[in-house]
């Protein structure tokens, strides 16, 4: 599985943003779907998930009810839509696919908030 994470910018606090990751090799129904986020001198954060059939979804706590993660299985891509940005949620944003055991990553996306 190959993915390719987009949609990153520089938004002001407040602000809204949509990350897409689009996968091409395996369909990506056949995985669970991530989204993790990464600040310099800092480990690697969950953000986000959702199932492979887009059933479930579960958040880091900090995100919920800012954060909305879905898929369309069709067009095997995944998003991350962002509302009320905040400056703490700037960080290179990653996408992976799999299991808790195992995950395929993409490439990141910075996501830079102004406050």
């Known amino acids: 599985v190959q993915l390719q994470a987009s949609g990153g910018g520089l938004v002001q606090a407040g602000g809204s943003l949509r990350l897409s990751c689009a996968a091409s090799?395996?369909?990506?129904?056949?995985?669970?779907m991530y989204w993790f986020r990464q600040v310099p001198g800092k480990e690697r954060e969950f953000v986000a998930r959702i199932s492979a059939s887009g059933a479930s979804t579960y958040y880091l706590d900090s995100v919920k009810g800012r954060f909305s993660i879905s898929r369309d299985n069709v067009k095997n891509t995944a998003f991350l839509q962002m509302t009320t940005l905040k400056p703490e949620d700037t960080a290179v944003y990653y996408c992976a696919a799999g299991s808790s055991t195992r995950k395929y990553w993409g490439q990141g996306t910075q996501v830079t908030v102004s406050s």
């Open positions: 090799g395996r369909p990506s129904s056949s995985y669970n």
